[in-house]
């Protein structure tokens, strides 16, 4: 009996695990066709957009060249809307060369003046530098004179105090 009550109660937990796998297998599939059809939208989107941007991309191109050709047409006509009495508008040679010497010579001046600018940016940097050492050294301890040239006598270098004073005035050791 108990047997057969064990065989029941497994045929039950079979059956409840085929169904739940079919329900499993059922959600799956009505899961792929949601997602297709979300791929298809998709994909028809994708195909839409891309087409848009071919045809933009057409439509941008036409326009430049368009607007290359009125630009070359415009500076073929030569005369200027302001040429009332049909004079030439053309430079001449020495016209160029003035024009090319102008731009020549504020092109020195500009870089003349950002010269002085840099010497002078260079010289506020080197003060700035001067300071920022000057504040470093007052605020480092001081050590004693009388300790210093003790510390050179034992280094055997004499004093460091005198070496730069008097060249003809003999030199002191402590």
Same mark, same amino acid.
Request: glycine residues 4%.
């Given at each position: 009996? +108990?047997? =057969?009550? &064990? %065989?029941?109660?497994? @045929?039950?937990?079979?059956? /409840? !695990?085929? #169904? $739940?796998? +079919?329900? =499993?297998? &059922? %959600?799956?599939?009505? @899961?792929?066709?949601?997602? /297709? !059809?979300? #791929? $298809?939208?998709?994909?028809?989107?994708?195909?839409?957009?891309?087409?848009?941007?071919?045809? /933009?991309?057409?439509?941008?191109?036409?326009?430049?060249?368009?607007?290359?050709?009125?630009?070359?047409?415009?500076?073929?006509?030569?005369?200027?809307?302001?040429?009332?009495?049909?004079?030439?508008?053309?430079?001449?040679?020495?016209?160029?060369?003035?024009?090319?010497?102008?731009?020549?010579?504020?092109?020195?001046?500009?870089?003349?003046?950002?010269?002085?600018?840099?010497?002078?940016?260079?010289?506020?940097?080197?003060?700035?530098?001067?300071?920022?050492?000057?504040?470093?050294?007052?605020?480092?301890?001081?050590?004693?004179?009388?300790?210093?040239?003790?510390?050179?006598?034992?280094?055997?270098?004499?004093?460091?105090?005198?070496?730069?004073?008097?060249?003809?005035?003999?030199?002191?050791?402590?």
């Amino acid at each position: 009996m +108990e047997e =057969e009550r &064990r %065989r029941r109660l497994s @045929l039950v937990k079979d059956e /409840e !695990a085929k #169904e $739940a796998h +079919e329900r =499993e297998v &059922r %959600r799956q599939h009505r @899961l792929i066709a949601v997602l /297709e !059809a979300e #791929e $298809a939208r998709a994909r028809a989107y994708y195909e839409y957009e891309f087409q848009n941007n071919l045809r /933009e991309r057409r439509d941008m191109k036409e326009a430049e060249q368009e607007m290359r050709l009125f630009v070359l047409e415009s500076k073929g006509q030569g005369g200027s809307k302001y040429d009332v009495g049909g004079a030439s508008t053309k430079k001449s040679t020495k016209q160029e060369r003035r024009d090319e010497l102008k731009k020549a010579q504020a092109q020195k001046l500009v870089r003349e003046r950002e010269c002085k600018e840099m010497l002078a940016e260079d010289d506020l940097a080197m003060a700035l530098r001067t300071e920022a050492k000057k504040a470093e050294q007052l605020a480092r301890p001081r050590r004693p004179v009388a300790f210093m040239r003790l510390v050179a006598i034992a280094r055997g270098r004499g004093s460091f105090l005198f070496r730069n004073r008097d060249r003809d005035a003999p030199r002191r050791l402590l």
